[in-house]
């Protein structure tokens, strides 16, 4: 794919138009990611409400019946529910159990782990087991 980038002053904000003769998966692709660099959620930290960005959200997590945003190097909580984040993050995002959703991008490795499910590391350092109902999903988009 050709990319051509030209500053303007007359642009108050960036924004993309894709010139195609067909939709192609490529075109899709770079569509959806640029519009998933868009979304938000809203996490709290103390007294204040954070507004983080899809591309900096590594792994959403319920632990203590909680939800734990957790980013490169800070970890929020969040008073939505996991299934409602999930909707609002879309692609790019894929649930590996009942309790964990991560960020595909910032898969570092899986390894075998414990009673056939896989252990998955995130870049970060976040570590979680992706259980064996959601696996072929994962091994899916892993291509194996």
């Not at 519009?35 to 983080?52: F, G, K, P, Q, Y």
């Not at 008073?79 to 590996?96: P, T």
Request: some cysteine.
């Amino acid at each position: 794919m050709k990319v051509e980038i030209r500053l303007t002053q007359d642009a108050y904000e960036p924004y993309a138009v894709i010139y195609t003769n067909e939709i192609t998966d490529e075109v899709r692709e770079t569509a959806d990611s640029i519009h998933a660099s868009n979304r938000i959620v809203i996490a709290n930290e103390d007294e204040r409400s954070i507004v983080l960005f899809a591309r900096d959200i590594y792994m959403i997590r319920i632990e203590d019946a909680a939800v734990w945003i957790h980013c490169k190097e800070k970890k929020y909580s969040a008073k939505k529910r996991l299934c409602d984040i999930e909707k609002a993050l879309g692609e790019g995002f894929m649930r590996i159990s009942k309790t964990t959703l991560v960020n595909l991008k910032y898969i570092a490795y899986v390894e075998p782990y414990f009673n056939g499910t896989m252990l998955l590391v995130m870049k970060n350092g976040s570590k979680d087991s992706i259980s064996r109902k959601y696996l072929p999903k994962f091994k899916e988009y892993l291509g194996l």
